[in-house]
């Protein structure tokens, strides 16, 4: 396996070796029952095993309680942005904080359905609790915990006094999480949890179910909650590596363990930039700063891609910034090491001296 190279990227993106390596083994014979996970029923009770137990294991990483219900959905984040306004935008009215470009987008996606109003807008950096401009019967409040696009993170959560509702797809399982303060948590896998194909949805049971009967049956909560999941066919083989990805988790140490590596793997690169006298700059508040997507900019442009074209030759992949954005961007996700860390760092290093 010498040959893989440090992987930045921003989702799908990379993937604990160990599981790569587990999955490998076990691809076409699945723990000696002569099939592959892709190959076998999702009814069966082997995979209805998996299923349960990476259910389980997730409430043990995050430490849920009984009162929430776990479930795994298709159509990644995009469908949640679509799905929460449809499933909770009871009264008519939600409240939304627009702080990029992900924020931005389930805020438009709301409006269509319902009275979807801007909390706060905001564009470095999250806003405070004083900014939030919260309607009086808005049904929930919304925000994207980490904004993967601009490299924003909420240092706390918001305090509102409704429903709270979060897009964590890019810090899922990278830092602990007072789930029981959450209505819904949402999470697309194929940034820190499994692969493309499935996303997450945390949400506290006793709101389920309030629907009109005109919601779609694939759109309504409800149904997954109801069926383990399984009303339609799940994707059984990115379920199937995300219990692997669990396992690794509870392995390594759990979320306390991931979080302390995000903040140790983040404070490195951001020292890198702000120590660099402005070769490289990031301009994100600096307690807003995001620990899996660190995004920055060379002063000078015309730089970027002899800057990409020597990452490559040492091996580093996957760090041009987002389209939307430009310049650079490093994710740095729990499978992402310190040692591939390291090697960016003094990349970055070595390249500054060189063309200063
Ligand atoms: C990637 C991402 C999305 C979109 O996910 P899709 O699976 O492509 O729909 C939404 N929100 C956040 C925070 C993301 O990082």
Redesign the pocket.
């Known amino acids: 396996m010498s040959h893989r190279i440090f992987n930045f990227a921003a989702?799908p993106s990379a993937m604990p070796l160990p599981v790569l390596e587990e999955a490998a083994r076990e691809m076409t014979n699945w723990k000696g029952r002569g099939l592959s996970i892709l190959e076998m029923s999702h009814r069966s009770k082997d995979f209805v095993g998996i299923y349960r137990e990476t259910v389980d294991m997730l409430k043990e990483l995050y430490g849920i309680s009984d009162d929430y219900e776990v479930m795994f959905l298709q159509g990644?984040?995009?469908?949640q942005f679509a799905m929460v306004p449809l499933n909770f935008i009871a009264s008519g009215t939600a409240n939304y904080a627009v702080n990029g470009v992900?924020s931005k987008k389930a805020f438009l996606e709301a409006q269509k359905l319902g009275k979807a109003q801007i909390a706060a807008q905001t564009e470095n950096r999250a806003p405070t609790d004083d900014e939030l401009n919260l309607s009086p019967d808005a049904s929930y409040f919304y925000y994207?915990s980490?904004?993967?696009v601009n490299g924003i993170r909420y240092p706390a959560i918001p305090t509102v006094g409704v429903k709270l509702i979060s897009?964590m797809?890019?810090d899922f399982l990278s830092q602990s999480v007072p789930v029981d303060r959450f209505a819904l948590i949402f999470a697309?896998a194929?940034?820190n949890f499994g692969p493309?194909g499935l996303?997450v949805v945390i949400a506290r049971k006793e709101l389920l179910g309030r629907t009109s009967d005109k919601t779609p049956t694939m759109l309504d909560y409800e149904t997954y909650a109801k069926s383990e999941s399984m009303y339609n066919t799940p994707p059984t083989f990115a379920i199937y590596m995300s219990n692997l990805v669990c396992h690794w988790l509870l392995k390594e140490g759990g979320i306390a363990e991931m979080q302390k590596r995000s903040i140790a793997k983040s404070s490195l690169l951001y020292k890198t930039i702000d120590e660099s006298d402005g070769f490289y700059t990031n301009c994100v508040q600096k307690d807003c700063r995001s620990r899996m997507n660190v995004v920055f900019n060379l002063k000078n442009e015309a730089l970027n891609e002899i800057f990409l074209d020597g990452a490559k030759s040492r091996n580093i992949g996957n760090i041009k910034g987002h389209r939307i954005v430009g310049g650079m961007r490093a994710s740095i996700y729990n499978a992402v090491s310190m040692e591939a860390v390291e090697a960016l760092a003094d990349y970055m290093k070595k390249f500054a001296e060189d063309h200063a």
């Open positions: 989702g990644g984040g995009h469908l992900w994207c980490n904004e993967t897009d797809s890019s697309g194929q940034k493309a996303t």
